[in-house]
């Protein structure tokens, strides 16, 4: 196969439709726009949440809330999910993401409490819930923030 072989599947490949091209296409005289009004003249339309003058839904409704800019955004992982790593291993951000468990440490990440963890792990992370260190404690293993 070359590539001045290759065609579009059949069926794939339509004509664009030809409008307002006489009466014996089908779609001459008002050429699909219906009669009159703005949106059948030349370069007629309404902008977006365009709502005939009457007062826009964006600008009824009040603002509300901001977005604050030093918000942090953590990586959470459960406890649960950390059970999958052998028994005595170092848990980091490179394990976490070589083991699939999150894509990135974003703005750092958090370890939180649900699930079960049945094994000694020394974890390190940015943040803990207080009842995910208990149970990292209870298990056996340890729980070191990292700083950011």
Excluded: C, W
Aim: overall charge positive.
């Amino acid at each position: 196969m070359e590539l001045n072989e290759l065609r579009p599947a059949a069926g794939a490949v339509r004509d664009r439709k030809r409008i307002g091209r006489g009466t014996g296409s089908g779609h001459g005289k008002t050429a699909t726009k219906g009669h009159k009004g703005q949106k059948a003249r030349s370069g007629g339309s309404v902008k977006p949440g365009f709502e005939g003058g009457q007062m826009p839904m964006q600008r009824r409704l009040p603002k509300r809330g901001f977005t604050p800019l030093s918000k942090k955004v953590y990586a959470v992982v459960n406890v649960g999910q950390l059970d999958m790593f052998e028994a005595g291993s170092n848990v980091d951000v490179d394990a976490l993401i070589a083991a699939g468990l999150i894509k990135s440490a974003k703005d750092g990440i958090k370890i939180l409490a649900d699930g079960e963890l049945t094994k000694s792990l020394t974890v390190k992370a940015h943040k803990f819930s207080g009842k995910a260190k208990e149970k990292i404690v209870s298990a056996g293993g340890s729980a070191e923030e990292i700083a950011l």
